[in-house]
């Protein structure tokens, strides 16, 4: 008895760090399953606190020239952009008969009392500007600026705002619009779309957990893992926001991540105890076995997709970096789940785990057989995979930027019914115009500049102190109290036409600003706000990747010592990478699909959700390359044959990393029936990047660029052969 209680000492006195925890993991588990049950508690409280102190963070680049104009309009003007439009229509004959104008002044002057409204004005009140009525005289608009931040003008005024004013009256009926109102719209239906989503994947995921498992407590395990990372990535966030502000979009990103890895991770630590367990191995070595080499496994897989996400801290935008938050957050969650809280889970009910007929372990299964067809002709399956992938991203080279609008929401959303309207019924868009702010007191030829700018394609009209001008013609006398300052400076407000405004904002920006004016000006407003964003954050792509092939090339040289094996790691992830982004051009920019899923393409891409996808997607393939490239490093140690190791690494990896992919995959595909276009997008684009990554470049790519580089994979690494093999 004294020897058969030493061996066990002795083995969790030995060996490296990881098992000794695993060891320790078995011996402690009754209270790491307390501990961890009070933390979920803990944390649960902390979570339901962080999702509804999320913030409704706005498209914006801080320092921007159009942030500059924007400040200048408020100091030296007493205004700036209009943040919301209320479109009144007459319910009978136009909006010049005299009853419906009295009521449309009256409405005017409501608006402009609310709370929180620091100025109103519409087609009455400005002298009937042709820019504010539609075509058909059924239709007038009446602009709103609200001051503040996104929370303040979304959860706080608008709330109260548009219920009130859109019940209209006998006369008008008032619908609510503009870049406002449409995103104030759009949290709660994305929000919406991730719970049904979610409703969905969980008992999906059950029931593909319990196929490849085989039993009902092994499939459950690694969603209830799912669900702790969840949870404990937004208690963390809940610290995070003590310091910062938060998108609340950061919270659909925490679910969709969060049982994804939490699956991921739970499956290879299982997978290893069921692994060490057939080996003979008793179930405090399983465990601890599991922890050594899954768990290390796991770590370098979170902390490579830590460091992915973690290279959005490097843009300026809140946006953006809410997902870095949020991303780290749920990884720390998962690593946690899986490799401290599971081995105390597996040590007190391991036996339910294990499938219920052992089947031995196969040396020579599908998967070692494919990887050496395929590294006995490297060059023609690696390169019809490649001619494969490459042909599959090709839609990528036309890719085009713009900007989100109201289409993004889904044609029943009043706010893009109204945006709607406006579009089809009036001339112009003089709730989106460009602001011009002049700082200089000797401001020149107003009249000159107008008028050169009204000649410009896109360009409805030009209002100034100076005058209205059309085509280069003066058309009005305008308002010069409204657009000159106490002081110095002046200010130009150029009305786009409706179709430049649908086609490309951006462009008509970038017009505006080529034309040399006579004085210094900024150049503000919506449009260009947008401009100046996707500008920021598109001038930014390149820091972003050369930070994240870096970081992650570094992370896979740590757990590889190779220094060959991160450069084509890193290869066959833009490769992926490629072909995910091929597929959202082809289908959300270009609008294939459009009718099955159910959005409207307005044949341009939004920057941020791309980039957000890159990264995320970046993180995930080199997940499952952290996977894959463990087991065959593990093999090549142990016998110092590059080959054998690859088809012998595949043979025991690649069976769990389709399984989890296909899991993955379906967990984002489910995301394809939202309906915010976002959502779609990012749920569509991530379900190809994962199943790309874990069957053709996984199966074939990886063995076939193995067996190319040969002893090189693993150069300046001196393998230990197998006289390691009898040493241990």
């Given at each position: 008895?004294?020897t ?12 490296p ?11 402690r588990?009754?209270?790491v ?47 700036g ?40 004005a519409?087609?009455w009140?400005?002298g ?5 009525r ?6 007038a ?67 593909l ?27 963390l ?47 405090a070595?399983a ?26 801290f ?32 597996l040590?007190t ?17 599908f ?6 067809r ?20 090709s ?6 930027f713009?900007?989100?609008d ?9 706010s893009?019914?109204?945006q ?6 009036f ?7 460009i ?24 360009v ?31 200010w ?32 503000g ?5 947008l ?7 598109v001038?930014?792509?390149p820091?972003?990747l ?34 995910m982004?091929?597929?959202i ?11 099955l ?23 995930l ?14 093999e ?23 399984a ?12 394809a ?24 470049i ?25 006289a390691?093999?009898?040493?241990r």
């Open positions: 008895m004294v058969t209680r030493a061996r066990p000492a002795r083995q969790a006195a030995a060996g760090p990881l098992r000794r925890l695993g060891f320790l993991l078995v011996r588990r009754r209270l399953l307390a501990l961890a049950l009070a933390v979920l508690i803990g944390a649960g409280v902390l979570a339901a606190g962080a999702a509804s102190g999320l913030s409704l963070a706005r498209f914006e680049a801080p320092g921007s020239e159009s942030d500059r104009a924007q400040a200048e309009l408020e100091e030296r003007f007493g205004t952009s209009p943040d919301m439009i209320f479109l009144v229509t007459a319910r009978s004959g136009t909006v010049d008969d005299p009853a419906v104008e009295a009521a449309g002044r009256e409405l005017t002057e409501r608006v402009g009392r609310h709370e929180g409204v620091a100025e109103s519409s087609y009140t400005r009937r500007p042709a820019t504010l539609s075509e058909d005289g059924r239709h608009l009446i602009v709103v600026r609200i001051p503040g931040d996104a929370d303040h003008v979304r959860a706080e005024v608008l709330p109260r705002l548009v219920p009130e004013i859109t019940r209209g009256t006998d006369l008008l009926q008032v619908r609510a619009g503009g870049g406002e109102e449409v995103f104030r719209e759009t949290v709660p239906l994305a929000r919406q779309d991730f719970v049904r989503a979610e409703l969905v994947i969980f008992p999906l995921a059950f029931v957990l319990w196929l490849y498992q085989r039993r009902a407590m092994a499939a459950l395990v690694p969603i209830l893992a799912g669900v702790y990372a969840m949870v404990i990535g937004l208690a966030l809940s610290g995070v926001l003590l310091f910062t502000e938060i998108s609340t979009f950061a919270l659909n990103l925490t679910l969709a991540m969060g049982l994804g890895l939490g699956i991921d991770y739970c499956l290879f630590v299982i997978q290893r105890f069921r692994e060490e367990t057939r080996r003979g191995a008793d179930r070595a465990v601890a076995g599991a922890v050594e080499h899954a768990g290390r496994t796991v770590l370098y897989s979170g902390l490579t997709v830590a460091s992915s996400l973690a290279v959005l490097a843009l300026p935008f809140d946006f953006l970096r809410s997902f870095a938050y949020a991303g780290i957050a749920v990884v720390l969650g998962g690593l946690v789940a899986a490799v401290v809280v599971l081995p105390a889970v040590a009910i391991g036996g339910t785990i294990l499938p219920r007929r052992d089947r031995p372990e196969r040396a020579d299964g998967w070692h057989g494919l990887a050496t395929v590294m006995r002709r490297p060059l023609v399956f690696g390169g019809l995979a490649t001619v494969l992938l490459l042909v599959l991203a839609p990528f080279l036309g890719l085009r713009g900007v989100a109201d289409r993004i929401l889904p044609p029943e959303a009043s893009r019914q109204t709607e309207v406006i579009r089809q019924s001339p112009a868009e003089e709730t989106d115009a602001q011009l702010v002049s700082v200089d007191a000797r401001a020149g030829d107003v009249s000159g500049y107008a008028a050169s700018l009204s000649r410009l394609p896109g409805a009209q030009v209002d100034s102190a100076a005058g209205s001008y059309a085509g280069g013609t003066r058309v009005g006398d305008g308002d010069p109290a409204r657009f000159q300052s106490q002081g110095r400076g002046a130009l407000s150029v009305v786009p036409s409706a179709a430049a405004l649908a086609d490309d904002p951006v462009r008509l920006v970038e017009a505006v600003r080529t034309v040399r004016p006579p004085f210094e000006v900024l150049v407003g919506y449009p260009a706000e401009s100046d964003y996707r500008s920021s954050v001038d930014r792509l820091l972003v050369a930070l994240m092939l870096g970081v992650t090339c570094a992370v896979l040289f740590l757990m590889t010592r190779s220094v060959i094996i991160p450069i084509k790691a890193t290869l066959l992830n833009v490769l992926s990478l490629g072909v982004f091929g597929a051009v082809w289908i959300f920019q270009d609008g294939n699909l459009s009718g899923l159910g959005f409207t393409p307005t044949g341009t891409l939004d920057p941020s959700i791309p980039i957000l996808m890159l990264c995320v997607a970046y993180g393939s080199m997940d499952y390359e952290v996977f894959l490239l463990s087991r065959i490093k593990e090549y140690d142990r016998t110092g044959d590059t080959e054998s190791a690859v088809a012998t690494g595949l043979q025991a990896g690649a069976p769990l990393i389709t989890a992919g296909g899991i993955l995959a379906l967990t984002f595909a489910a995301y029936t939202a309906s915010v276009t976002f959502v779609q997008m990012l749920g569509v684009g991530m379900a190809v990047a994962v199943l790309v990554d874990a069957t053709v996984r199966a074939v790519l990886v063995p076939s660029l193995m067996r190319l580089a040969g002893p090189l994979n693993w150069w300046p690494h001196t393998p230990r052969g197998r390691t093999t009898s040493a």
